[in-house]
């Protein structure tokens, strides 16, 4: 019997599987976090992915008009009740350029270092590891369309040198860094989601990936 490893993915409505231009949800077997599960599971890894995606949530950053979106608050004791975690995926920033932000990739990143510390230092029981960290760049954002238009106003600008600020941010943290704009774009249908088919893209992608760190043999 192989140790069940759990991976926690920390996330906003990309991961959380809003279908572009509704208020619906992909499955759980149609979003990445479900791919990546699946993929990693039918190569015989004991595996559980343990999502906490919430929609709109920035990185460090309040939302003037949604409570609770800001990441960095409660994010240890999320780390708290899963452990034990093998690793921990982060995949924020998006929501940082929303209209009512005057963000750059530098803010963004900014805010993902010190969700990298947080992690780093939640009060965990003694004797369990502190979780690998997989920081993700969500695809730049294009031409936002439908009703979240206004609400990114702006945003394809702002999201410039999002994954070279990320993979800076990584090699000096020493942490795992995936470029999903490598893999996939961001949604056909709004500018700023994903597709089902790049749900199907960046989960078997990260499958690959997350293996070689999490059940390397």
Known sequence: MHDMKQILIYSDSLSWGIIPMSRKRF???????G???????????EVRVIEDCLNGRRTIYEDPIKPGRNGLIGLQQRIEVNSPLA?????????????????NASDAAKG??????????????????????????????????????????GAE???????????????????HFFD???VTTSSQVDG????????????FALSDYVAGIVFKH
């Not at 499955?27 to 976090?33: D, G, S, T, V």
């Not at 600008?157 to 942490?175: E, I, P, Q, S």
């Open 27 to 33: 499955e759980f077997n149609q979003r990445w976090p």
């Open 35 to 45: 791919v990546l599960e699946n993929q990693l599971r039918s190569q015989g890894n």
């Open 87 to 103: 690793m921990v995926v982060v995949m924020l920033g998006t929501n940082d350029f929303q209209f009512n932000h005057d963000h």
């Open 112 to 153: 993902m270092q010190e969700l990298i510390k947080a992690i780093r230092s939640a009060p965990i029981e003694p004797g369990m590891p502190v979780p690998e960290i997989l920081v993700i760049a969500a695809p730049p954002i294009t031409q936002p369309r439908g009703d979240i238009a206004a609400k990114f106003s």
């Open 157 to 175: 600008k702002k999201c410039v040198g999002l994954a070279d600020a990320y993979r800076n941010l990584c090699n000096d943290m020493n942490c």
């Open 180 to 182: 999903a704009g490598l």
């Open 192 to 203: 700023v989601h994903l597709d089902l088919e790049q749900h199907e893209l960046l989960g």
